[in-house]
């Protein structure tokens, strides 16, 4: 009984860990795709100029995608 418990809260513990992660990336991307489109585009320059720390944001995106896909398997 006690290894029923045991294999049911874990199964819980992974199921709360994977939607914290699916939520997070959704937030994550989606703060990525709202930053792109308020970007401004300098000319004279000839770079894009991004508000916020898009690339830290990026690094955390493809974090949490790697060990979302190390977790479901």
């Known amino acids: 009984m006690?290894?029923?418990i045991q294999?049911?809260?874990h199964?819980?513990?992974?199921?709360?860990?994977?939607k914290f992660l699916n939520n997070r990336i959704t937030y994550l991307?989606?703060?990525i795709v709202k930053a792109?489109?308020?970007s401004?585009?300098?000319?004279?320059?000839?770079?894009t100029i991004v508000c916020g720390n898009i690339e830290v944001k990026a690094?955390?995106?493809?974090?949490?995608?790697?060990?979302l896909k190390l977790i479901i398997l």
């Open 2 to 4: 006690r290894k029923l």
């Open 7 to 9: 294999r049911y809260r």
């Open 11 to 18: 199964r819980q513990r992974k199921a709360k860990h994977v």
């Open 29 to 31: 991307h989606n703060e």
């Open 36 to 38: 792109s489109f308020k």
């Open 40 to 47: 401004e585009y300098s000319f004279n320059k000839n770079i």
């Open 59 to 67: 690094k955390l995106l493809s974090k949490y995608n790697r060990r």
